[in-house]
């Protein structure tokens, strides 16, 4: 696996701003944040390879330089089950990308009900802040987001998930294991020393982190880097 | 910096013998406040200020003064400094407008006021601002006519961007009783900015509490670390958070916003209390005052049933718990019931509880218990009610002095507020240092704040 570092200076030498979201968990993993098993697939027989390492079911999705709203550009096939639904899915999404550099993440379907979101920008007062809130659909509806400064000590990550109005959803409820708060809390430390550590990077988006029995997932990620750093 | 508060001889350039001249209010101001150092008008034309003779040529000012106050046309303020620079005067408080919350940020008389201050070495409040109101040393610096004299001391200090807020502040401290040291203008903060007054409010033997108003953080890390490090509590009252209020923000004091959230999760973080209006500036005094809440389980008190279960609904409201008490103890309240029809649950009513004794008896055995971390009282009081309880008017001071002490010996706070006519309650408020609140829900609210600031301590 690449170092932090080497990803970084990839995506660099490539002049890109964004980190795909292949390269966006290698790096997350990295800082020993739980991601979901992925592969990059360019080719049918890389594909098989993959469905066959990971299992189904399996999510596909589209992966390019500078691709970002993965879902609105019809790139992500969810719940795919066996090796035809596979092979379908792939070549829909290769047609739809129609470009150089083109591949298929194949990664394993996570499952849980429950989505939320880690993120990390940069303010122009407060350096790098982390946030904590719902995810998925819910980051953009309910707003129901809360910051910290980085770095975060344990206290500032219990004191963001107690914070958030849909607290509840860590908790023990309609017959979901509660959330470990604690491997949660981690995440978000881990993600405020990210900040800290690479001045580069702009923004992160982990969205969304789903739980799974009880544990905190990375299903999706961006990492978007300081254009004017970048551009040197 | 502490020449700024108390200098012991200021200048103040640009006053007149003339109705409409502002400049002449800060003499009087000064004056009025009982400020004992020297006062030495400056102006263009002869004539008299306060029985005092303007000076127009700065060859008759002396040596040694320790603070201009500036009150010229942005034209001259310039000019003005260099003046204070030749006379060795290093501090200087521009009340001037007319910077770059008129003109933007590429302002002429802004580049000449830094080259002569960078000359001389002049170190600056504002421009744009009404300058500092010490109650401790009388330095009265705004342009506008104020009644000093009604301002209290106390030992909270305010820094401000506002100068309509300088004042107001100044009022609502002294009307609540909870007085204060300091209220700063800090203006446009040309030269110094709120990390430079914060740390001197930090170290100033007269502050106790740092209040701060702002419409932009310019440098919110440092302001952080600051925050973590004192001991004092800091209250914070920032604004400029809306759309609407950004637009005004950007001609009134060149002011940025802030992502409003970040600045939210910075604060609690750091254990900066962060407050929605000056009103609750003075809530937040009163309620620091207390001893530290060391949890969320209070026992209250109130004389009315109805007002028992507006707390609960308070109490709910603002995270707080109201733990059952022990049988044994409510029996033994119950024993000082008048009609004995009332039952005694927490919060307690002691509507029928017509005594001093059983009011002491339960708060002090209510704060004695492991499980009690503070106190909400409210209590009815009028003169007639005290000729009831048949001791006069004595026992509010006596009822009070017992508070206190009970408060202090067991650490834990009192949230009191009275149920009476207003004018009962500005007695109270005016004769007592023990906190008022002026309102049982307030109380409550008082004691999260509270709260929220010991949680990060």
Known sequence: ?232 | MKQFFYPSSIAVFGVADSPGNLAKNIVSNCREMEFKGEIFPVGRSRGSVNGQKIITETDALPAGIELAVILVPAAYVADTLDICGLKGISHAIISTAGFREYSGKENRFEKDVLAVVKHHGIRLIGPNCIGVICTNSGLCTPFNRLRPKRFKKGRISLITQSGGLTVQAAHLYSEEHVGFSKVISIGNKLDLNEIDYLEFLMDDQDTEQIHLHLESIENGRRLIDLARKTGKPIIFFKSNVSVTSAEIAKSHTAALVNDDRIVTGAFRQAGIVRVRSIHEMTVCAKALQLPPLSGDRLAVISLSGGFSVILGDACEEYGFKCPSLPRELLDKIESFRRGGVIRMANPMDFGDVHSIEGLAFAVEHCLKLDHIDGMVLALFYDPEIAKLLGQGNDNTQQMLDFLDVTMNAYNKPIALSFLSERRYIEEYKKNTPFPVFNDPVESVQGLRKNRNYWKRR
Do not use: C, W
């Open chain 1, 1 to 232: 696996m690449k170092s932090p570092k080497k990803i970084l200076e990839s995506v660099m030498n490539q002049k890109r701003i964004l980190l795909s979201e292949y390269e966006s968990k290698q790096f997350l993993s990295a800082y020993q944040i739980p991601v979901t098993r992925e592969f990059l697939a360019n080719t049918e027989s890389e594909l098989i390879h993959a469905t066959n390492e990971i299992g189904y079911p399996l999510v596909l999705k589209g992966s390019a330089g500078d691709l970002i709203h993965k879902t609105e550009q019809n790139l992500v096939r969810v719940d795919i089950r066996n090796d035809d639904e596979a092979r379908i899915a792939f070549k829909d999404i290769m047609a739809v990308l129609n470009g150089t550099g083109a591949a298929v993440l194949v990664q394993e379907l996570v499952k849980g009900q429950r989505e939320l979101v880690i993120g990390m920008t940069r303010d122009r007062q407060f350096g790098a802040s982390v946030m904590f809130g719902l995810g998925g659909i819910f980051t953009e509806i309910l707003e129901d987001v809360t910051f910290r400064l980085a770095p975060l000590d344990k206290r500032d990550a219990l004191d963001m998930m107690e914070e958030i109005r849909g607290r509840r959803i860590l908790e023990n409820i309609r017959g979901m294991e509660a959330a470990d708060l604690n491997q949660l809390g981690e995440i978000l430390i881990q993600v405020g020393q990210i900040g800290i550590e690479h001045k580069i990077i702009k923004e992160i988006d982990i969205n969304p982190v789903i739980i799974s029995e009880g544990k905190g997932i990375a299903a999706d990620a961006l990492i978007v880097l300081e254009p004017a750093l970048v551009k040197k």
